[in-house]
């Protein structure tokens, strides 16, 4: 059994669960989030708890169960808490600002990178600098997915560390050329 899938999902107070066969809906605080899943794994929900169990031990069956769980788990979390990803910023002129909904990046292009946000999620550059980009919402997968596209116009070089990167990410630096020894 899944160590994962086996673990039950507590609800928290002012969210609510709707299971209908094999489609569940989440409605909490934050917004609504509707998910299919395989009909192959049952959601069952009982005293408060949401329960994940599996009708075989087929070995897709096995890889869907820890999956079904987890993603069930994040959207309970986000319409409750929300997810937030944090973007770092590094380089001389290199900065990001927030226009309207969208979040416009200067970043040594010739010209400046728009990006409008999905719905569900938002922007924020908490500082003056524009050296800190904050991205938040209630779907986890589309804030991940989306701090990889702003992270991909500019990712982080090995050898003066210039673009954007993750909080908290190590970026791997590089010697550069050796001069020449005479």
Not at 162 to 176: H, L, N, W
């Amino acid at each position: 059994m899944s160590r994962i899938g086996k673990l039950p999902i507590t609800i928290p107070k002012g969210v609510s669960v709707d299971i209908n066969k094999n489609t569940v809906t989440v409605k909490g605080p934050k917004g609504e989030l509707t998910r299919d899943f395989l009909p192959e794994i049952k959601i069952e929900q009982e005293d408060g708890d949401i329960v994940v169990t599996r009708n075989s031990d087929h070995r897709t069956h096995r890889a869907k169960h820890g999956l079904t769980r987890a993603l069930l788990n994040n959207m309970i979390v986000g319409v409750s808490d929300g997810f937030r990803r944090q973007l770092q910023i590094e380089g001389v002129g290199y900065r990001a600002a927030v226009e309207g909904k969208n979040l416009v990046l200067n970043v040594g292009y010739s010209h400046p990178v728009v990006f409008e946000p999905p719905t569900g999620v938002s922007f924020e550059v908490p500082d003056r600098a524009g050296r800190e980009i904050n991205v938040s919402g209630i779907d986890k997968e589309i804030v991940g997915e989306i701090c990889a596209q702003i992270r991909r116009t500019r990712p982080p070089e090995p050898y003066k560390g210039k673009g954007i990167r993750y909080a908290g990410e190590k970026v791997r630096r590089k010697a550069g050329k050796a001069g020449k020894a005479k």
